[in-house]
Structure formats: C-alpha cells, structure tokens
C-alpha cells in the first residue's frame, strides 16, 4: 500500500509542468554629461535588484571600468542626486516620442515608433504624417534550439537637451524552453533629420487598356 502511495506521488510530481524561470530588467535614462558622450543609467534586475551606472553615449555600452551602484528605493533620491554629481550629469536630456521640426508650429512635429519589420527585425521608425521613415534597425533576439524569437517593442526614447543624441530603449521578450526574459536595451545614435532614409512612395499601377480607351 505504501509502495502504491509513493508511486502515485512520483507521477504526479514528473507529470506536473515546469515553472519557467524569469528574468526581467528594465532600464530608464537619468540624464547625459555636457559633451554628451556619457549617460547615467537606472538599472532594476529582479535577480540583483536596482543599480546606476554609467554608459558611453556613442555605444550605448557600459562605460570602460565602470561598476554597478546599488541602490534600495527609499535611498533613490540621494544615491541619485550623488551618483550625478560624481559623474557630472548636468543635462536632464528629455523623454518624448515627438520631435519638433519648427518651435513656433506644434503641427510640424516627427513621431517616433517602432514596428516589426520581419520576425529577425525591429525598426525603429518616424513619420511627419505625410511620409515614413526610417531610423534605424534592431536585430530581434532568437533562440535557436526552440527556433522562438522574441517579441520586441519602443519602450522610451531619450534625448540629449539640444537633441543631437537619441536613445532608444527597446524591450525584448523571448519565452523558450521554460526561461522567460524581458530585458531592455538602450540603442543610442546621432540624430539629423537628413539622415531620415524616408520610403519612396510605389509609383501607381499602370492604367487599364480599357480605362486608358475611356480617357
């Protein structure tokens, strides 16, 4: 009777699912040096918890030798304003979809989203409500062993004051075989409203001979 018991838990133990590990990390600009080439950036990991550290502008990489500065939230303030003045962090930068193209027209603006090109690639896209364009290209997470890719989206775009520098933080998440990530990456560029590689809109179809004879 024992040894029925025992066999019975045992099954239902190897039959039950697996529960998928989680890894999530979420990331948010905190503002850029004077000669932009360095951005302070929050950093908060379910696995190690909330950290500052300082990045290079041009790479949207960890600064070289630069370290994590943990944190707990009801010391967020000071640790902050601190890790700010060490760095010298003195422009704020700004968080916004929008560009604006002429400050004395608020219709004259840029709008900034994101969109799945391919299942390989993320855009990172603009529109003046007229046309498209594009900015720049992601590559999109995969899993080769589950042959999964990961589903990708705009978080937040930050910009330097006079808005030459942008970075966009873009999420990945990607599910496959029992670990789940969500983590943000920062993709920082240059920014000129000529570098905008706009889509040519397609030449109209040919007319009909039949509507052709009707003109």
Same mark, same amino acid.
């Given at each position: ?54 990045? /290079? ?13 943990? &944190? ?29 193209? /002429? ?9 900034? &989203? ?76 240059? &920014? ?24």
């Amino acid at each position: 009777m024992a040894r029925a018991l025992l066999l019975a838990v045992l099954g239902v133990l190897w039959s039950a699912p697996t529960l998928a590990q989680e890894t999530k990390v979420t990331l948010a600009v905190l503002g850029f040096t004077a000669d932009a080439k360095q951005m302070l950036v929050q950093l908060e990991d379910d696995n190690i918890g909330m950290n500052l550290r300082l990045y /290079d502008v041009a790479t949207g990489q960890p600064a070289k030798k630069s370290a994590l500065i943990p &944190f707990q939230r009801g010391e967020s303030q000071k640790v902050i304003k601190d890790t700010r003045k060490k760095f010298k962090i003195v422009d704020p930068g700004i968080e916004d979809t929008i560009y604006p193209l /002429d400050p004395n027209d608020a219709e004259k603006t840029l709008s900034f &989203f994101g969109l799945m090109a391919t299942r390989e690639r993320f855009v990172l896209a603009v529109t003046d409500r007229q046309k498209l364009g594009k900015i720049a290209d992601v590559a999109v997470k995969h899993d080769e062993g589950a042959d999964v890719w990961a589903k990708v989206a705009l978080k937040a775009l930050y910009w330097t004051t006079d808005r030459k520098w942008l970075v966009a933080v873009v999420t990945q998440k990607l599910k496959a075989e029992g670990l789940l990530t969500e983590v943000d990456e920062p993709h920082a560029m240059a &920014f000129r409203v000529a570098d905008i590689r706009w889509v040519e809109p397609e030449p109209p179809a040919p007319a009909a001979d039949g509507d052709a004879k009707k003109d």
